[in-house]
């Protein structure tokens, strides 16, 4: 069966950088979307951005673009999410998701964004806290 598996949350002082990986095992497709979600107490579950592995398109949603950067690590068949210039906003429990029914079209924001329920596949969540 598929797992998901999230690591590298913590605390950080704003400006800073913390980078969060995302490891999926016991698929036998090689390839497929997988994508990072944030979720703050009392609010819906958003989708940060998103990767089709295999592919170099890239999905963000508008809050992050210029500041985060996800990427597939081949060598540790990870999915990282790379956060730079941290903002209090950021803090956010993070859940990272992967489908293999989305196309690489649909995963990149095509012809809409990548949404929570498009995704079946999900991790425990790991917590970034960004301090003023």
């Known amino acids: 069966r598929v797992q998901v598996v999230e690591s590298g949350g913590g605390s950080v002082e704003a400006g800073g950088s913390r980078r969060l990986s995302c490891v999926v095992s016991?698929?036998?497709?090689?390839?497929?979307?997988v994508g990072w979600f944030r979720q703050v107490v009392g609010k819906e579950r958003e989708t940060v951005a998103a990767v089709y592995i295999g592919q170099r398109d890239t999905y963000y949603t508008d809050s992050v673009k210029g500041r985060f950067t996800i990427s597939h690590d081949k060598a540790k068949n990870s999915v990282d999410l790379q956060m730079s210039s941290l903002k209090p906003d950021d803090t956010a429990m993070y859940y990272c998701?992967?489908?293999?029914?989305?196309?690489?079209?649909?995963?990149?924001?095509?012809?809409?964004?990548?949404?929570?329920?498009?995704?079946?596949?999900w991790g425990q969540g790991t917590q970034v806290t960004v301090s003023s």
């Open positions: 998701a992967a489908d293999m029914r989305l196309s690489f079209f649909d995963c990149s924001g095509g012809y809409s964004d990548p949404e929570p329920p498009d995704f079946v596949y």
């Open positions: 016991g698929s036998t497709d090689t390839s497929y979307c």
